[in-house]
C-alpha cells in the first residue's frame, strides 16, 4: 500500500506546475471547472470529506476505488437547483461482475441557462445557451494480493469525455485514480484512502487549451462505534490552495419485530 501512494504522490509531483499552482494566485487558471461540482447528497452533507468511505455509484466521482465496496448492484441521482436558473444533474450506476470487480458508468449535465451576449462594442449579439456534458466509465478491483485479515485494499479508475457548448464548442478527455484501504480493529473500522481526479487533456475554445482542475484528496474514516462515523480529508487543487474539509454521520436503525435468516458465514 506504502509503494502505491508513494506512486501517486510521484505522478501528482510530475505534472507541469506554474509558480501560482496550487495557492490563491492559481484561481481561475484552469477550465472545465464543473467536474469539481459534487455529485452526491450524502457526500455534500458530510463536508466532501467522503472519499474514504463512498461505497456506492457515485464513488465514481470521489473515489473510484470505493466501487469495490459495492455489493450487487448500485444506483445513484442528484439535481441541484442553483441561482440565476443553473441546474446540474448527476447519475450513476454500477453492477458487481465478480468477488473482486465492479463497472460503473456516469453521465453529468450543467445547464447555464440562457445569457444575453453582447460584442466588444457593447451591443447585443444574440441569446447564447451555455451547456457542460460528461460521461465516464469507473472500474474497481479489490487487491486480494495485499489484503488479509486485518486489512482490505482496494483500486480503482475512471476515465471521462467532456463536452461543453457555451458560444463556442470544446471538448476534452481526462482520468482519475484512487487506491482504499480498511483496517479492521478489535471492535471499530478504519478506512484510509486517496485519490487523484482529473489528469488528462483540457478543452480548447479558441487558441489556447485550458488545464483540467487536477486535484489530489487524502483523507480517512473511523468508526468509534458501530452508528457513529468521523470523516476526515485533505484536498489540494492545482487551481486553489489546499484545504481541509470534515464530516459525521450518524445511522439510526428502527428495531425490527422479526429476524430475517443471516447470509452463511464468509471465511477470508
Known sequence: MRRVLAACLAVLLALPAGASDFGRAAVGTSGSEFLL??????????GGAHAAVTNDASSIYWNAAGLAQIPRFSA?????????GITY???AVAKRLNDSTVLAGGVRYLDIGEIQGTNINGLNSGRF???????????GQSIYDLSDSEVDVSMGVAVKYLYSDMVEKAS???GDFGVHSRFYGTSQTYDIAMSLQN???????????????TRLR??????????????????????????????MEYTSTSRRTCRAPS???RTR
Open 37 to 46: 461540482m459534487d455529485t452526491s447528497a450524502r457526500g455534500i452533507a458530510m
Open 76 to 84: 445513484t441521482f442528484l439535481h441541484s437547483q442553483y441561482v440565476a
Open 89 to 91: 444533474n448527476a447519475a
Open 129 to 139: 445557451h451555455p451547456r457542460s456534458y460528461l460521461a465516464e466509465l469507473g472500474w
Open 172 to 174: 476534452g478527455y481526462g
Open 199 to 213: 489528469l488528462g487533456i483540457g478543452q480548447k475554445f479558441d487558441k489556447v487549451r485550458d488545464s483540467l482542475p
Open 218 to 247: 487524502f483523507g480517512g474514516g473511523a468508526r468509534l462505534y458501530k452508528p457513529l462515523l468521523l470523516t476526515v480529508e485533505a484536498i489540494a487543487p492545482i487551481n486553489n490552495s489546499p484545504y481541509a474539509a470534515a464530516g
Open 263 to 265: 447470509a452463511p458465514a
